[in-house]
C-alpha cells in the first residue's frame, strides 16, 4: 500500500468521523457499497472522478481539499481527470438542451406557419420534456435529494405527455397510464429512496413497508382500471392479497434476527405453497371447475402438464426448504 493512497484514504476517513458518519452511512448518502468506502479509506483504490462533486457535498469539503489528500502526481492526474470530465458534462448538458431548444422553436414555427395555431407542437413540447427529464436531466440544478428530484420530474413530465396524448386524441386512458407508471415509479425506485432517508434504526422494516407499499399502489392502480373497465374488484382484491402473501412472510421473517438460510428456506416454502394453491384460490373465487387442474400423470403431459408442474413446483419447493434446513443445522452443530 502506498504513502499516497494512505494519505488520500485518511482524509476521508478523518472527514468522515468528523460528520459523525459511519462507512455504511457514507456509502448509503453515496449509492456505493460500504466495501468501496473501504477501499478507499485503506487505500486499496480511488473513487471514481464523476463521484468528487457528491463526494465533496456530503463531507463538507471543497474538490481541492479533497484532491490535495494526494500525492502532487496523483493530485495532478485527478485534477486533469476533474477538469476533463467537468467540460464533457457541461458539453453534454448545454449542447442536449439547446438542440432540445432549437427543435421545440423549429416546431413551434412550423407548426404556426401551417396551421396557425398549436396543434402537433404541444406533443412535440411534452415529449422534449419528458426527454429532457431523463437526459440530461432537471438535477442539474439541485445539489441535494437529486434522485428524489428526478423520480418527481420524470414522472410529472410523463403524466404530462400523457394528458397531451389524452386531449389531442379524445382518450379516456390518461388516469390508467399514469397510476401504472405509478406503480412501476414505486417498485423500482423505492429501494434506493428508502436506502437514502429511511432511518437506520428501522432498517428491518424496510422489506416490509416496502412490499406494503408496492401492494397499496397496485389496489390503487386496479381501483382506477375499475373505473374505466367492468370487472369483478373484490375477487381481484382477494387474489392479489393472496398472491402478496409468500412476499409479506418473507418480509416478516427477514424483521427477525436468524440465520439466512432459515429465512429462504421461509420464503421458499412460502412461494411454493402459494404458487401450487393459486389455481384453487381463483376456482373458488370464481366458482369454476377445475377438478383436472391437478391431476397428476407424468406418462400423460398432454392432458395433466398442469397437474404435473404444479407438483413439481410443490415438490421441488419442499425438498429446497428441507435443503436448506439441513445445511443450518449441520452448520450450526459444527460451530457447536
Not at 423505492?190 to 422494516?205: G, I, K, N
Not at 373497465?229 to 436468524?258: G, M, R
Not at 404444479?310 to 435443503?323: E, N, P
Amino acid at each position: 500500500m502506498t504513502v499516497l493512497n494512505k494519505s488520500f484514504g485518511s482524509f476521508i476517513r478523518e472527514k468522515r468521523i468528523e460528520k459523525g458518519l459511519k462507512q455504511k452511512e457514507l456509502a448509503d448518502l453515496l449509492y456505493v457499497t460500504e466495501s468501496a468506502v473501504s477501499k478507499w479509506e485503506t487505500g486499496k483504490s480511488y473513487p471514481d472522478i464523476t463521484m468528487i462533486p457528491s463526494i465533496c457535498k456530503v463531507l463538507d469539503v471543497t474538490e481541492k481539499e479533497l484532491i490535495d489528500g494526494a500525492t502532487d502526481t496523483d493530485y495532478r492526474k485527478m485534477r486533469h481527470e476533474a477538469t476533463l470530465y467537468r467540460r464533457i458534462s457541461e458539453t453534454w448538458f448545454w449542447g442536449l438542451t439547446i438542440s432540445y431548444a432549437v427543435a421545440l422553436v423549429v416546431c413551434l414555427i412550423v407548426d404556426l406557419a401551417v396551421n396557425h395555431r398549436l396543434t402537433f407542437s404541444v406533443v412535440v413540447f411534452s415529449s422534449l420534456l419528458v426527454a429532457y427529464s431523463f437526459a440530461p436531466t432537471w438535477i442539474r440544478f439541485s445539489e441535494n435529494h437529486k434522485l428524489a428530484l428526478f423520480i418527481g420530474s420524470s414522472y410529472l413530465s410523463l403524466c404530462l405527455l400523457f394528458a397531451v396524448c389524452c386531449i389531442r386524441s379524445g382518450g379516456t386512458w390518461f388516469s390508467i397510464a399514469s397510476s401504472a407508471v405509478l406503480l412501476g415509479y414505486v417498485a423500482f425506485f423505492t429501494p434506493f429512496l428508502m436506502r437514502r432517508y429511511w432511518p437506520e434504526r428501522f432498517s428491518r422494516l424496510k422489506v416490509l413497508v416496502y412490499f406494503a407499499a408496492v401492494l397499496l399502489f397496485l389496489l390503487m392502480m386496479l381501483l382506477v382500471i375499475r373505473k374505466q373497465v367492468e370487472f369483478p374488484y373484490f375477487k381481484a382484491l382477494i387474489i392479489t392479497l393472496y398472491s402478496f402473501t409468500p412476499f409479506f412472510i418473507a418480509a416478516c421473517v427477514h424483521a427477525f434476527d436468524i440465520s439466512r438460510l432459515l429465512k429462504v428456506a421461509v420464503d421458499v416454502l412460502a412461494f411454493g405453497v402459494m404458487g401450487y394453491r393459486l389455481q384453487a384460490v381463483v376456482s373458488k373465487l370464481f366458482e369454476t371447475e377445475q377438478r383436472d387442474y391437478y391431476k397428476v400423470d407424468f406418462n400423460d403431459w398432454i392432458n395433466c402438464i398442469n397437474g404435473n408442474i404444479a407438483l413439481i413446483w410443490l415438490v421441488s419447493a419442499i425438498v429446497i426448504t428441507v435443503t436448506l434446513v439441513i445445511v443450518f443445522l449441520v452448520k450450526r452443530r459444527s460451530r457447536q
